[in-house]
């Protein structure tokens, strides 16, 4: 008889999308389309054809990501996620321009680090605002539309590894990631049964702007390489069509997280050695 230990391996090494709806045809809505991983998705999705709704508040970012795809049917929309009626007004452009919204990555993010005991309290409240508020926001507009998807709906949140596991310098942006694992996990419980597949992305730093032009990285970003942003997507869009709802894209950010599970003390001990 096999084990209940290999019938979960098994389990998880499974495609998700066995037993379940075929991916849905429809438009693809990419919020921080204008650099990073949102220009990135922007860039790999262009090639299979479907409608892509480009949304960012950085107007020029969004001209530079559509002229790099030009080859694909694209409308770009400057929006701040921050603010739910903008949101909800740029869902119901999207809708009227491109047709009914099947997928959405949610990309928009800021980052701000410093220390838990001296980073100002706007820099806090910011990344809250935008990491985990904007997820809220953009997930709430439109889900409606997720729900009319013809096949499997995704609705994709970029988290981090950070928001997995507490690192030095990096409170105000891991409690704005954690709060975003949480919303997705307590999201996709409720939408159970539902044809909208809701998964969260957990990367590493990535070789991104918003990482390059901080003026000083934070020293646990010395346990790994800055991981391209095209590997991430690449791995994320592969992740798609596994069973786990969490992606982990990355060696070191899976055995990471499968020791913090099993040892955290003995995490607390690399992080300590890490950040000396």
Known sequence: MISARVAIHEAARTPYAV????????TWVITGAASGFGREFAQQLAGEGAPLALWDRDEAGLKQTAQAIAHA????????????????????????????????????GVLRVGSAETMPADDYATMMRV?????????????PQLREADGRATLLLVASIAGLRGFPELSGYCASKFAVVGFAQALRAELHGSSVDVRVLCPPAGDTPMVRDLPRRPAIYRLSPLMSAEAVVAAALEGLDRRSWLLLVDPTSRALHALDSLAPWLVDRIVALATR
């Open 19 to 26: 037993g379940m709806r075929r991916r849905a045809k429809g």
């Open 73 to 108: 049917r694209t409308h770009g929309i400057v929006v701040d996620v921050t603010d739910p009626a903008a949101v909800r007004r740029a869902s119901t452009e999207t809708l009227e321009t491109l047709g009914t919204v099947a997928h959405v990555v949610h990309c928009a």
């Open 131 to 143: 990491n985990y508020l904007g997820s809220v926001h953009v997930a709430q507009a439109l889900l």
